[in-house]
């Protein structure tokens, strides 16, 4: 039943439906491929027993005719999504062995519509990676490998997890989270489709904070459509989520079809880099012309603050990281390294618990909250911010109905060639994507060509807020015009 792997969700959906294979067949045909892909390090827990129950009650659903929209499809999940009676660790040592006992409302939505959880995916500690190569249990490895060359390759973060389990055919589809572009940046990566709601669009209640004004849940998929049909089932309001937005969840798989005849696709100057490589470049000119070829008008904006972005960024969400990891103590819940006091405790557990990365981002956000320093970086941080929202605001006043530009400023890195480098290097590889949340918009990253050693690139498409549709529609077009990309060799089995 290995082939069933290769069926797309709306593929597999659509099997389902027609009696071709069983739930139960589905999913043990994904457990098989999890287990002989262990290489990858992809999922950090196998819940296969689980898998195969809630496969099995999908069944006896189906037979009944009361199957759900994701009834029976087996998905991956990102570990930072709390899932009730399975270990949950944002990937961090200072959560330990922490079993919750509530179900994020993402996830709960995709069991109530009968989707089958697979297990949890890997992802940078706390969210807080470009590369997943800071998580806990050890880096992640992409299923792509340069032209000629078995050197690893990063699958991307945080939600590199998702990415490489999706790529590798290791589930139908994957939640994730994007806090600066950790959706678009592995979906681009790894030849996969990702997609950045709107700020609000889906609970974040349940999910492990990072940066509690820049996180939103979103799809990674193999194609537009069912990164379309996993996002209606993710989306809606929840009232447990006071930034939950009370927006009609629309069909974003009917609008996949829908195309960009009329509409006028920006092009930000902004975004044409120093440095930047013609490979990019080229890419970008490419699918602006597959856009207006398929009808759209493609027309020169100006987002004149995008400069200031990734400084800006680097301010507020590593602020808001140090007053939400702030919990993490050793007291209520997680792992406990003991002291001569509290005070050791607290300290002994958190230099014990926290990785790198984290400890960086925590001080670094202690530093720009504390007296003397507040005004001077976080409030003009806050300003900038203000600034770029009113960039985009300005250009979808004016008639744009989308704009159009490069996921990342290159391919994937090898897997340790930033790690230990100044950390600002594997910042920029946020560069293209950081804007989007701090305007609150909504991205997709689509796959869009190969680069010159025959690693995946991919092209974003930002929207107006809660127009999720256009993005669809726009990157429906992209993903016919460039053709869908795979690993050329399955060597992790």
Known sequence: MSDLTDLTLAEARDGLRAKQFSAVELTSAHVQAVEQARALNAYVLETPEK????????????????????????????????????????????????????????????????????????????????????????PVTSPWRRDGSDAAIVPGGSSGGSSAAVAAKLCLAATATDTGGSIRQPAAYTGTVGVKPTYGRCSRWGIIAYASSLDQAGPIARTVQDAAIMLKSMAGLDLKDTTSFDALVPDFEAAVKRGVKGLTIGIPKEYRAPGMSAEIDALWERGA??????????????????????????????????????????????????????????????????????????????????????????????????????????????????????????????????????????????????????????????PAGLDGQGLPLGLQLIGKPFDEETLFAAGQVIEQAAGRFAPAASWWR
């Open 51 to 138: 898998a195969l129950a809630m496969a099995a009650a999908s069944d006896v659903r189906i037979a009944a005719g009361e199957a759900g929209p994701l009834e029976g499809l087996p998905l991956g999940v990102k570990d930072l999504f709390c899932t009730e009676g399975v270990r949950t660790t944002a990937c961090s040592r200072i959560l330990g062995e922490f079993i919750p006992g509530y179900e994020s409302t993402v996830t709960a939505r995709l069991w109530a519509d009968g989707a089958v959880m697979l297990g949890k995916l890997s992802n940078d500690e706390f969210a807080m990676g470009s590369s997943n190569e800071t998580s806990c249990f050890g």
């Open 289 to 446: 012309q597959w856009l207006r070829d398929a009808g759209a008008n493609v027309v020169e904006v100006s987002l004149p603050h995008t400069q200031y972005a990734l400084a800006a960024y680097y301010i507020i969400a590593p602020a808001e990281a140090s007053s939400n990891l702030a919990r993490y103590d050793g007291v209520r819940y997680g792992a406990r390294v003991e002291g001569r006091d509290i005070a050791s405790m607290y300290e002994n557990t958190r230099a014990a618990g926290f990785g790198r990365e984290v400890k960086r981002r925590i001080m670094t956000g202690t530093y720009v909250l504390s007296a003397g320093y507040y005004d001077a970086y976080y409030v003009r941080a806050q300003k900038v911010r203000a600034l770029i929202k009113r960039d985009f605001d300005a250009a979808f006043a004016n008639g744009v109905d989308a704009i159009l530009t490069p996921t990342t400023p290159s391919a994937a890195f090898g897997l340790g060639e930033k790690i230990e480098a100044d950390p600002v290097e594997m910042y920029l590889s946020d560069i293209f994507t950081v804007t989007v949340n701090l305007a609150g918009l909504p991205g997709i990253s689509v």
